[in-house]
């Protein structure tokens, strides 16, 4: 199916109804307020057929089309869904020991001063002492997904992420879908450094020079970290209508992890002429510019033409071999043909060992300045010898194993090699 035909598709599996009621009540007054179109409840009913069916692929179309899913009401029964975890609570609530009584994360002093900047822009029709409670919730909600995954690393953002879920699904209903999102689709951006989510962003330049060679060579003395606060809180940050972001929430969680940065680069694209106007070699007047998005966004526009772009240039066909430097563990590949069966277990473990392998290339990074600076102009051969057997050794005894032995015997060992 042509992407760009795809809510015409939606609208074949969606039959058109006369008479129908969305919890029993009739559609005109649903929720206290008329929906759009009776095309819209006939909508929400499939979506509801199909949170019930359990089948995601056909709630990843709806959440996709024009308008995504509707409401509020309909986002609680279908984002646990497309999270992984269904319906129910994917663990028994009285097995586990309060969060409380867990050991505090280390991130929570930053946790604290985040969320007393949270809900600026949404909810607008509650009074500062319903905010604050709000800002209690949202601290809760934090603190208990860290303490529970303390593996996890806390980033400036991500509040503005979870309190979108919170809104959505509520206090009592949030936590799963935190952790299955922290673990299963943002877990590059909670490692302990922030390099993984610097590589996500080098994927842009591959997209815009697949997509318009010109623009590309045109932004290409402009790093493309204009686009990091966008990706890293999933446009949350950003966006400033609560049911815009809603809906952008609807397609993300909809869509791998990877789509989020093609969303990007459509937004670059769609800028062409604007970016066109400032000189390629003011780099940081560019910077400026892509650094904020656009205002209004045209959603339901650029969602369209994001899964054109996506389908036409794949990540594994992005030139520069962008998509074969990215890590084997990264979200960017293990939500790559989404398959819904992973589960918080996977999510911990692979975290694991995307720390381990951030460890090790952090160790060959020192190893090299290491080399570098105690260079000699004979010791060419010994050096590249040594790095060779140093990431050898990290393989075999793990990065704790040899970070003991770098102030004297690795120095000593060193020294074998630069004679």
Not at 29 to 41: E, I, M, T, V, Y
Not at 295 to 309: H, V
Not at 327 to 338: I, M, N, Q
Not at 373 to 385: H, L, N
Request: charged share 25%.
């Amino acid at each position: 199916m042509c992407v760009g035909d795809q809510d015409e598709h939606v609208k074949s599996i969606v039959p058109l109804k006369q008479d129908v009621e969305l919890y029993g009540v009739p559609y005109q007054n649903w929720q206290g307020k008329p929906l759009l179109s009776r095309a819209d409840c006939t909508k929400v009913l499939c979506i509801r057929d199909a949170c019930k069916a359990g089948n995601r692929h056909l709630i990843s179309l709806l959440a996709t089309s024009s308008d995504g899913l509707i409401d509020d009401e309909v986002r609680r029964e279908a984002w646990p869904i497309l999270l992984g975890y269904g319906q129910s609570r994917s663990r028994d609530e009285d097995l586990k020991q309060p969060w409380q009584e867990l050991p505090i994360h280390k991130d929570e002093d930053q946790v604290k001063l985040d969320v007393n900047r949270s809900f600026i822009y949404y909810p607008s029709n509650e009074s500062e002492k319903q905010l604050g409670h709000r800002r209690v919730q949202l601290s809760d909600l934090i603190t208990e997904v860290l303490r529970r995954h303390p593996m996890l690393s806390y980033f400036q953002g991500f509040h503005d992420i979870v309190q979108v879920l919170l809104l959505v699904l509520r206090a009592d209903h949030a936590a799963d879908a935190v952790a299955h999102l922290s673990l299963l689709r943002i877990r590059d951006f909670m490692l302990p450094s922030l390099s993984p989510s610097l590589e996500h962003l080098q994927l842009l330049p591959a997209i815009l020079y697949s997509a318009d060679p010109k623009l590309w060579q045109h932004l290409s003395q402009t790093q493309p970290f204009f686009a990091l606060a966008a990706t890293l809180t999933l446009y949350a940050h950003d966006i400033e209508e609560y049911g815009d972001i809603a809906r952008l929430f609807d397609f993300l969680l909809a869509q791998e992890a990877v789509v989020s940065i093609y969303l990007f680069a459509v937004i670059i694209l769609s800028r062409r002429e604007e970016l066109f106007d400032i000189p390629s070699d003011e780099p940081e007047m560019l910077h400026s510019i892509l650094s904020k998005l656009p205002k209004p966004l045209d959603l339901e526009a650029l969602i369209l033409r994001t899964m054109d772009l996506f389908t036409t240039n794949p990540p594994e066909k992005l030139p520069f071999r962008a998509w074969a430097k990215i890590s084997s563990y990264s979200v960017l590949k293990t939500t790559r043909g989404f398959t819904s069966n992973q589960t918080i277990k996977d999510g911990e473990e692979l975290i694991v060992r995307q720390s381990q392998q951030l460890r090790r290339a952090e160790m060959r990074q020192q190893a090299m300045r290491f080399a570098w600076t105690y260079r000699r102009p004979a010791g060419g051969v010994g050096i590249a010898v040594f790095i060779g057997i140093l990431s050898f050794w990290m393989q075999r005894t793990g990065v704790e194993g040899i970070l003991g032995l770098l102030p004297r015997r690795l120095w000593a060992f060193f020294r074998l090699f630069i004679r």
